[in-house]
Nanobody, 124 residues
Framework: QVQLGESGGGLVQAGGSLRLFCAAS????????MGWFRQAPGKAREFVGGIMRGSINTRYGDSVKGRFTIARDNDRNTVYLQMNSLKPEATADYYC?????????????????WGQGTQVAVSS
């Protein structure tokens, strides 16, 4: 059973940056595609970014393209989400997810394991 733990959330001013971390355990991390989702209060969960098992292919949600970067370190069983030029609408709980599919899926239903989430708040 794969377990995921997010960290790195916090409060930041608009225009600032944060890096989120997701540590994985209990499985073969290198065989998993990884993704980040977020859920703002009262809204549906939204795809933020994903990275395939081999780190070759990444995908991003339209609202974060050009500002967020997802990366992984298979030696450390960790996936990162670098968030730059943050906007107040980025305020949400951010969730790390792992998929047994090889590619970076964009739908929640394609992910098999989920972390508990980390809070990000962006002040204006």
């Amino acid at each position: 059973q794969v377990q995921l733990g997010e960290s790195g959330g916090g409060l930041v001013q608009a225009g600032g940056s944060l890096r989120l971390f997701c540590a994985a355990s209990g499985g073969m991390f290198s065989t998993l595609a990884m993704g980040w989702f977020r859920q703002a209060p009262g809204k549906a969960r939204e795809f933020v970014g994903g990275i395939m098992r081999g780190s070759i292919n990444t995908r991003y949600g339209d609202s974060v393209k050009g500002r967020f970067t997802i990366a992984r370190d298979n030696d450390r069983n960790t996936v990162y989400l670098q968030m730059n030029s943050l906007k107040p609408e980025a305020t949400a709980d951010y969730y790390c997810a792992a998929s047994n599919l090889p590619d970076a899926a964009t739908q929640e239903r394609d992910y098999d394991y989920w972390g508990q989430g980390t809070q990000v708040a962006v002040s204006s």
